[in-house]
């Protein structure tokens, strides 16, 4: 077994990654392929995307060897990657290294305890935002430069009394963090909701962002939210964005003078059918626009907004997974050509609709081709279209069966094969002859 080193320089002749290694009982696809993995190691580039998606632990043994250091960082981001490599590559001469090992999820305590003592600051924050993380290493750490400080507030495994000492931190963004944290109690995000410090601009400031963090905290009670949705705008948008804000206070915040704030609540999943159907009359087209793509909006209201003057309503109706069949047939037939390309797109378009789509426009036409519902007919017609687009957009639909990802990938056009080799469902055989035809970039760089 390759032993993975601490500085990046080999010491001794590099072996072959295929030999030495443990069974390998992973999936068959591009990330896991021997023949693809040798391609790549000539580049460095190459190397980190497979350090980045391989779950073999050979090729994973042989990249923490790697004399490039952000090789070896992207291995200890990898989730595949397993303790015993994170373990070793924690004694890595690179800080960046050292860094992404406290970030795994899968870190063993025992190498946070080591590097919560790290001469990097930016290590030491990594190990207390770890959920992995002791609770003495929290402490030690609670008490350490305001970066580290930081991570630990923005810890979700962070107990509550650490968390109260971090909410009256000096640093506003140590508070942010605290505000922000899911774990933060009512009682800490209404003590923080009050945050206030005008001493200068730049703390007022600080001080609204504060309020933010707590305004959009899912954890926030209606009780502090209620206080907030009369505070700045900035923070008045954050009680509209959150998710659990009550029924009756985005009823308040949809007739706000901000328009940002009416944006919000016309996105928020949390308001009402009634809100909505306001919201989709109003002055300002932006907020139509999200009250026209959330999924909670009803076929009524969506019936008005197919006739909005602005094709830019009109286009979010086309693909809202809300609308109905035969408002989608109204929206076929719109003036706009983008308008009939979002309906070309939805998967939920009837099989009559794009079949006449089929012979709109050049753009309408390579929507529909686009179309993840589209039988294999209509795929084998688009299949044998003279611009390249059309066969392009076959190979990377996922409806295109193997037969015709492997005719494409003959195709005379390099960005037709390289489509193939961007399809999830091509199968590795295909992807290794694009890869010896078109080179490994056509493959991993899609």
């Known amino acids: 077994m390759v032993t993975v080193r601490s500085g990046g320089s080999a010491t001794g002749p590099p072996r072959s990654p295929l030999t030495d290694s443990e ?33 073999r632990q050979d090729f994973l043994v042989w990249l923490a060897n790697d004399a490039n250091i952000p090789v070896r960082s992207t291995v200890a981001r990898n989730p595949n990657t397993p303790p015993w490599i994170l373990s070793l590559l924690a004694a890595d001469a690179s800080e960046a ?56 507030a923005s810890n979700p495994s962070t107990p509550i009394r650490i968390l109260e000492k971090l909410s009256s931190d000096k640093s506003a963004q140590v508070r942010v963090a605290v505000a922000s944290n899911a774990s ?42 209620k206080s907030l949705a009369s505070d700045e705008e900035s923070v008045r948008d954050g009680v509209a964005s959150n998710v659990k804000c009550p029924v009756q206070l985005l009823e308040t915040l949809a007739r706000d003078k ?11 999943p949390n308001s009402s059918e009634d809100v909505l159907h306001s919201l989709s009359e109003d002055e300002d087209e932006l907020v139509r626009i999200n009250a026209g793509s959330n999924p909670r909006t009803t076929a009524q209201t969506l019936t008005g907004l197919v006739k909005d003057l602005s094709s830019n309503v009109r286009e979010v109706v086309a693909i809202n997974p809300r609308t109905p069949t035969v408002l989608l047939e109204t929206l076929a037939l719109d003036e706009n050509p983008l308008v009939r390309a979002k309906v070309a797109r939805n998967p939920d378009t009837p099989l009559a609709h794009l079949a006449k789509l089929s012979k709109d426009v050049f753009e309408v036409r390579l929507r529909v081709a686009e179309n993840p519902n589209l039988p294999v007919e209509f795929l084998e017609s688009f299949a044998s279209e003279e611009d390249f687009r059309c066969r392009a957009a076959v190979a990377l639909n996922p409806n295109s069966a193997e037969p015709m990802l492997e005719s494409l990938s003959a195709d005379g056009d390099s960005r037709v094969r390289r489509a193939v080799a961007s399809n999830s469902k091509t199968p590795l055989s295909i992807l290794e002859t694009v890869a010896r035809t078109d080179g490994i970039w056509a493959v991993i760089g899609s």
């Open 23 to 55: 069974p390998w009982a992973g999936g068959r696809d591009r990330w896991n392929s021997e023949a693809l993995f040798i391609m790549a190691l000539e580049w460095t580039d190459g190397k980190a995307l497979f350090a980045s998606k391989s779950s």
């Open 97 to 152: 290294v050292r860094k992404q090992v406290a970030t795994h999820p899968d870190v063993p305590w025992e190498v946070l305890r080591i590097l919560s003592a790290d001469c990097d600051k930016y290590v030491r924050m990594a190990v207390g935002s770890s959920p992995n993380t002791a609770l003495p290493m929290l402490e030690t750490l609670a008490s350490d430069e305001e970066s580290v400080r930081y991570g630990v």
């Open 184 to 225: 933060s109690p009512s009682a800490i995000l209404e003590f923080l909701g009050a945050d206030s410090n005008h001493q200068t601009s730049w703390t007022a400031i600080e001080s609204i962002g504060v309020r933010n963090s707590v305004a959009v905290n899912p954890n926030s009670s209606e009780k502090i939210l």
């Open 258 to 268: 901000s328009r940002l704030v009416r944006m919000a609540v016309a996105s928020n």
